[in-house]
């Protein structure tokens, strides 16, 4: 049979497929619209299966906020080139994965794969990643999601750096303006710290620092009476490295995050995620 160049035209707005690819499936499905996009989905999952052992480096991490600004979600979502991650349909999917992921508060890329999609709830995410990849061409990987819901007085806050590349959630006081949460998400996005202040530091993460601190100082010849004023003031510089409110602070670096937060309000800050495109994806992808 024949299908006309307007059922082609439609069907290839709704799936995003080839043209020839919806021309084939609509002869297939003898002119039924429902049943071609059934055809195509199918064939898109046989093709992702392809595609699914290559390397997805690439993409882009998003992130959403509720209105009230009590809760967050941020996914990481891979694909093999940064021309894939720069599409429009790309961009949309992943967002739209975040505000699910933040919607329906899921803590894990595995438990939001196996969710009804929020855009089409016929089909899974998984599904529909999987028909992006036959459409775009690429192998896609959702590697990581969260979801976050702000404390009582506080509220969560965000900062996507390099277009994309380094995504960061932070729960601070709630008090806190606009700037300030914009320069706290930026430090953590520029800084990399991997603790909020020295009282959140594990007690066998200070343990070993100072057994290191103590061994180099020995080995230098340093008294033993000495080693350990040595090793605290390394365990010091330590602590300005990783914990974010002893960092200097990046618009200023005369002084430290902690010292801005006090002059702001006194501002308090419970914890931060940093998604860094790449960190997410299973060694050997």
Same mark, same amino acid.
């Given at each position: 049979?024949t299908?006309?160049?307007?059922a082609?035209? &439609?069907?290839?707005?709704?799936?995003?497929?080839?043209m020839?690819?919806?021309?084939?499936?609509?002869?297939?499905?003898?002119?039924?619209?429902e049943?071609?996009?059934?055809?195509?989905?199918?064939?898109?999952?046989?093709a992702a299966?392809k595609?699914a052992?290559?390397?997805?480096?690439?993409g882009?991490?998003?992130?959403a906020?509720?209105?009230c600004?009590?809760?967050?979600?941020?996914?990481?979502?891979?694909?093999? !080139?940064?021309?894939?991650?720069r !599409?429009?349909?790309?961009?949309?999917?992943?967002?739209?994965?975040?505000?699910?992921?933040?919607? &329906?508060?899921?803590?894990?890329?595995?438990?939001?794969?196996?969710?009804?999609?929020?855009?089409d709830?016929?089909? !899974?995410?998984?599904?529909?990643?999987?028909?992006?990849?036959? !459409?775009?061409?690429?192998?896609?990987?959702?590697?990581?999601a969260?979801?976050?819901?702000?404390?009582?007085g506080?509220?969560?806050?965000?900062?996507?750096?390099?277009?994309?590349?380094i995504?960061?959630?932070?729960?601070?006081?709630?008090?806190?303006?606009?700037?300030?949460v914009?320069d706290?998400?930026?430090?953590?996005?520029?800084?990399e710290?991997?603790?909020?202040?020295?009282?959140?530091?594990?007690?066998e993460?200070?343990k070993?620092?100072k057994?290191?601190?103590?061994?180099?100082?020995?080995a230098a010849?340093?008294?033993?009476?000495?080693? &350990?004023k040595?090793?605290?003031g390394?365990?010091?510089?330590?602590?300005?490295?990783?914990c974010?409110?002893?960092?200097?602070f990046?618009?200023?670096?005369?002084?430290?995050?902690?010292e801005?937060?006090? &002059?702001r309000?006194?501002?308090?800050v419970?914890?931060?995620?940093?998604?860094?495109?790449?960190?997410?994806?299973?060694?050997?992808?």
């Amino acid at each position: 049979m024949t299908v006309s160049a307007q059922a082609v035209k &439609e069907l290839r707005e709704k799936t995003g497929a080839g043209m020839m690819d919806c021309q084939r499936a609509l002869v297939e499905a003898g002119g039924d619209m429902e049943e071609a996009i059934k055809i195509l989905r199918k064939k898109g999952l046989a093709a992702a299966a392809k595609k699914a052992g290559r390397v997805a480096k690439d993409g882009l991490v998003a992130v959403a906020l509720s209105p009230c600004g009590k809760k967050a979600g941020m996914v990481e979502l891979n694909c093999e !080139t940064d021309f894939v991650a720069r !599409t429009e349909q790309y961009q949309k999917l992943v967002q739209a994965l975040a505000e699910q992921a933040m919607k &329906e508060e899921v803590t894990d890329a595995a438990a939001l794969a196996s969710r009804p999609f929020i855009g089409d709830t016929s089909h !899974t995410v998984a599904e529909v990643i999987a028909s992006h990849i036959a !459409t775009i061409g690429e192998n896609i990987v959702l590697s990581r999601a969260m979801h976050w819901e702000a404390a009582e007085g506080m509220k969560m806050g965000s900062y996507l750096h390099m277009g994309g590349k380094i995504g960061v959630v932070v729960e601070l006081s709630a008090s806190a303006d606009e700037e300030t949460v914009k320069d706290v998400a930026m430090q953590v996005a520029a800084a990399e710290p991997r603790f909020v202040d020295p009282a959140s530091v594990p007690a066998e993460v200070v343990k070993e620092e100072k057994e290191i601190a103590k061994a180099q100082a020995a080995a230098a010849g340093k008294p033993e009476a000495v080693q &350990e004023k040595i090793a605290e003031g390394k365990l010091a510089k330590f602590f300005e490295q990783v914990c974010l409110v002893e960092q200097p602070f990046v618009k200023d670096p005369n002084r430290k995050v902690k010292e801005i937060l006090a &002059e702001r309000g006194n501002i308090r800050v419970a914890r931060f995620a940093r998604f860094r495109l790449g960190e997410g994806v299973a060694q050997g992808e």
